[in-house]
């Protein structure tokens, strides 16, 4: 893997010109569900001898979460911070209800990582159980991406989750264009929990600029953008990279995942509970947040991204506060 470097951005308090050179694990979160992230990078650090860089991109967090994250140390991981505060979207988001618009900020990936060749992408809450070294040598179709086939009724093809996921002033504006654009009448679609990313073959198809496109016109969530993009080309994971909690069964998961609003932070009737209880982690942020004010160095660094940074590859701006994004 090329070792790379952050954008040219307004960097605060630490020099991070010198960005992840290893294999590369990347995840989002804002300020409401930062405490729970802890637990899946522990899952992370317990459960993988090789080491890896994490990418987390930050939004919203409030001065003490920030200093909870740049002072995390865990075995095998080294962690980098990109606050993406300052990039907004051109619309109204329709997001999940259990989501936020910190997980949005994975369609920049491409080119907010610029010499780096492939990450793993996760949710937050997932419980890692084996080593992702597997999923870094994973032969990748031209689209860029793998993950877990969708099977659920209303989500397994395009068509169908454009019809759920999207409102009804875009709806048949977006599915008239499938037609007209030639998309068969069933196109298999993937969850975006756990991803491999090639982040070089997405950028050679134009990723950022074609997922933005769907975002601005019809205020999508990331995961129908990602689909919309791919149009039922990708690569399908082991199932067990991404085990649905109450709805697969699995001899040997690999990686636990919790989806919909029901979370095992928000409710003690989900299964698996034992594995998420098994990486409980202190979470201290206004400990650290005082050491902070008393001079105590950071050990993570953390980029501030200013938004006119992302433009698409045809070098016009996405909007950005309040902008049209082209």
Same mark, same amino acid.
């Given at each position: 893997?090329?070792?790379?470097?952050?954008?040219?951005?307004?960097?605060?308090?630490?020099?991070?010109?010198?960005?992840?050179?290893?294999?590369?694990i990347?995840?989002?979160?804002?300020?409401?569900?930062?405490?729970?992230?802890?637990?899946?990078?522990?899952?992370?650090?317990?459960?993988?001898?090789?080491?890896?860089?994490?990418?987390? *991109?930050? &939004?919203?967090?409030r001065?003490?979460?920030?200093?909870?994250? &740049?002072?995390?140390?865990?075995?095998?991981?080294?962690l980098?911070?990109?606050?993406?505060?300052?990039?907004?979207?051109?619309?109204?988001?329709?997001?999940?209800?259990?989501?936020?618009?910190?997980s949005?900020?994975?369609?920049?990936?491409?080119?907010?990582?610029?010499?780096?060749?492939?990450?793993?992408?996760?949710?937050?809450?997932?419980?890692?159980?084996?080593?992702?070294a597997?999923?870094?040598?994973?032969?990748?179709?031209?689209?860029?991406?793998?993950?877990?086939?969708?099977?659920?009724?209303g989500?397994?093809?395009?068509r169908?989750?454009?019809?759920?996921?999207?409102?009804?002033?875009?709806?048949?504006?977006?599915?008239?264009? *499938?037609?007209?654009?030639?998309?068969?009448?069933?196109?298999?679609?993937?969850?975006?929990?756990?991803?491999?990313?090639?982040?070089?073959?997405?950028?050679?198809?134009?990723?950022?600029?074609?997922?933005?496109?769907?975002?601005t &016109?019809?205020?999508?969530?990331?995961?129908?953008?990602?689909?919309?993009?791919?149009?039922?080309?990708?690569?399908?994971?082991?199932?067990?990279?991404?085990?649905?909690?109450?709805?697969d069964?699995?001899?040997?998961?690999?990686?636990?995942?919790?989806?919909?609003?029901?979370?095992?932070?928000?409710?003690?009737?989900?299964?698996?509970?034992?594995?998420?209880?098994?990486?409980?982690?202190?979470?201290?942020?206004?400990?650290?947040?005082?050491? &902070?004010?008393?001079?105590?160095?950071?050990?993570?660094?953390?980029?501030?991204?200013?938004?006119?940074?992302?433009?698409?590859?045809?070098?016009?701006?996405?909007?950005?506060?309040?902008?049209?994004?082209?």
């Amino acid at each position: 893997m090329r070792r790379s470097c952050f954008i040219d951005a307004a960097v605060e308090e630490v020099s991070v010109r010198s960005g992840p050179s290893r294999d590369v694990i990347v995840v989002s979160f804002d300020n409401r569900i930062a405490r729970h992230a802890v637990r899946m990078l522990s899952s992370l650090s317990q459960n993988n001898s090789t080491d890896h860089d994490v990418v987390i *991109l930050a &939004r919203g967090w409030r001065p003490w979460t920030e200093a909870f994250f &740049r002072s995390l140390v865990l075995p095998h991981l080294r962690l980098y911070i990109f606050d993406l505060s300052s990039v907004s979207f051109s619309r109204e988001l329709r997001l999940l209800a259990h989501t936020t618009a910190a997980s949005m900020d994975r369609l920049f990936l491409p080119q907010l990582l610029p010499g780096v060749d492939r990450v793993v992408y996760l949710d937050v809450d997932v419980i890692c159980l084996a080593d992702l070294a597997p999923l870094f040598e994973l032969d990748i179709v031209d689209s860029g991406i793998a993950a877990k086939a969708s099977i659920k009724k209303g989500y397994s093809n395009l068509r169908e989750l454009v019809r759920t996921w999207t409102d009804v002033a875009s709806r048949e504006t977006l599915l008239n264009e *499938l037609v007209s654009q030639g998309a068969p009448e069933k196109m298999r679609t993937f969850n975006s929990g756990v991803l491999v990313m090639d982040l070089e073959k997405l950028r050679q198809r134009a990723f950022v600029h074609k997922t933005l496109d769907f975002v601005t &016109r019809f205020g999508v969530n990331d995961q129908l953008a990602m689909n919309l993009y791919a149009r039922g080309e990708f690569e399908e994971l082991d199932p067990a990279w991404n085990v649905f909690v109450g709805q697969d069964t699995s001899a040997a998961p690999r990686i636990i995942h919790w989806p919909g609003p029901r979370k095992p932070w928000n409710s003690r009737n989900v299964g698996f509970l034992a594995e998420w209880d098994a990486y409980d982690f202190l979470y201290d942020p206004m400990v650290k947040w005082v050491g &902070r004010l008393f001079g105590k160095p950071p050990v993570n660094p953390v980029g501030r991204i200013p938004a006119r940074l992302f433009s698409s590859e045809s070098g016009e701006s996405h909007r950005i506060a309040g902008e049209r994004m082209m």
